[in-house]
């Protein structure tokens, strides 16, 4: 595709659900990575992968995140048991190379809302 | 752990200024350097990416500075009209990791 996508771009979700996020890169892109903005903020790293494989999940806030990208290619970001804390934007980025080099490249978010 | 600081955190500046807006670091072991820039609700669009043997980059009205040893970078925008209006982002990627570590975010308005 012509860019990194997401969806859905609004989810809200009742304290306790499940939720998934979906992103999907740039074709061809190695490297993907998932960020957290929370309002008035900067995004924070959470994962990344370099394609199938997931090697650094550092800034995940807590054993209910967990992501995925099982081919290489697309990505889901799951969410267990939901808290209000967890409202943020959550952003996906993809670059073409691996570890140093590479532009990284996002997608328009996905707004998360726990009620 | 690398630490990004981005002054003013907001700005509103008349139309034709010229502007600077900052960005400091603290770990300056970094890849490369990246100046997002963040409409509403919208995703990131990047502006300029300076690698770390570099010392400025420049597109169209933007000129983009890094001083890797100071750990500062600065983003220079020439003319400045209405459309610039967006919220900066600052973002570098560190040797000791693969992600980018951004800054706060400069809030710029520039009045018609």
């Known amino acids: 595709g012509a860019g990194v996508s997401q969806s859905p771009r609004y989810k809200v979700a009742k304290r306790g659900q499940d939720v998934a996020l979906r992103c999907d890169p740039i074709?061809?892109?190695?490297?993907l990575f998932w960020y957290q903005q929370a309002l008035g903020q900067g995004p924070e790293f959470l994962t990344y992968?370099?394609?199938?494989?997931?090697?650094?999940k550092s800034g995940l806030p807590s054993d209910r995140f967990f992501a995925e990208r099982p081919e290489g290619s697309v990505s889901t970001l799951k969410i267990q048991r939901t808290q209000q804390e967890d409202s943020a934007v959550y952003l996906c980025?993809?670059?073409?190379?691996?570890?140093?080099?590479?532009?990284?490249?996002f997608g328009p978010g996905t707004r998360l809302t726990v009620l | 752990k690398q630490e990004v600081t981005q002054i003013p955190a907001a700005l509103s500046v008349p139309e034709g200024e010229n502007l600077v807006l900052n960005c400091s670091f603290t770990?300056?072991?970094?890849?490369?350097l990246q100046w997002f820039r963040q409409d509403p609700g919208k995703g990131l669009t990047s502006l300029l990416l300076?690698?770390?043997?570099?010392r400025e980059q420049t597109s169209g009205r933007l000129n983009a500075s890094l001083d890797k040893s100071s750990g500062r970078s600065t983003l220079y925008i020439a003319a400045s009209q209405p459309g610039d209006s967006a919220t900066y982002l600052c973002?570098?990627?560190?040797?000791?990791?693969?992600?980018?570590?951004f800054g706060g975010g400069t809030r710029l308005m520039v009045k018609p």
């Open positions: 992968f370099q394609n199938e494989a997931q090697l650094d």
């Open positions: 973002a570098v990627r560190t040797i000791a990791g693969n992600m980018l570590t």
């Open positions: 300076i690698q770390s043997s570099q």
């Open positions: 770990d300056s072991a970094i890849y490369n």
């Open positions: 980025a993809s670059s073409l190379l691996g570890m140093s080099e590479g532009e990284q490249f």
């Open positions: 074709s061809g892109h190695v490297s």
